[in-house]
């Protein structure tokens, strides 16, 4: 009797996770897919990323821009790893060779919040294969 219900537990299990991939969005796929695979590599999800801590997070640059004002240029990035996102902002830069929205990447750094977003300066950073 008892290995009928941990049978039928564990198909209903494995149902459940199908359904859920079969309804979840490209986006939720995605995201899962995102924060599976920087735990898989050993970095922090940006969720669990504790403020004023060295972190390594890796995931993938949503947005890029630079911040063309005066002599103070800047380029910022979002970065996403299916928990949420951090800015990675690199001051004095105006571009860094191989790095655009959709690239995956690893950085580590600081992290810090300002203006009630999640922020690195002047991450150390690696760009990964796609």
């Known amino acids: 009797m008892a290995d009928r219900s941990i049978t039928s537990g564990g198909r209903v299990g494995v149902l459940r996770r199908v359904l ?10 995605e995201d899962d897919e995102l924060r599976q695979s920087s735990i898989d590599a050993g970095a922090m999800t940006v969720a669990d990323a ?3 801590t060295r ?4 995931g993938r640059i949503e947005v890029l821009t630079l911040n063309p004002k005066g002599t103070n240029r800047w380029l910022e990035a979002e970065l996403s790893d299916g928990t949420g996102t951090v800015h990675l902002i690199w001051m004095g830069r105006r571009r860094i060779p191989g790095l655009r929205a959709g690239r995956r990447l690893a950085v580590e750094g600081l992290i810090a919040a300002v203006d009630g977003r999640r ?6 950073y690696q760009l990964l294969n796609e």
Do not use: F, G, H, T
Not at 119 to 124: F, G, K, L, S
């Open 20 to 29: 859920r991939r079969v309804a979840a969005s490209n986006e939720d796929l």
């Open 50 to 52: 504790a403020l004023r």
């Open 55 to 58: 972190v390594k997070l890796q």
């Open 119 to 124: 922020v690195i300066y002047n991450p150390r």
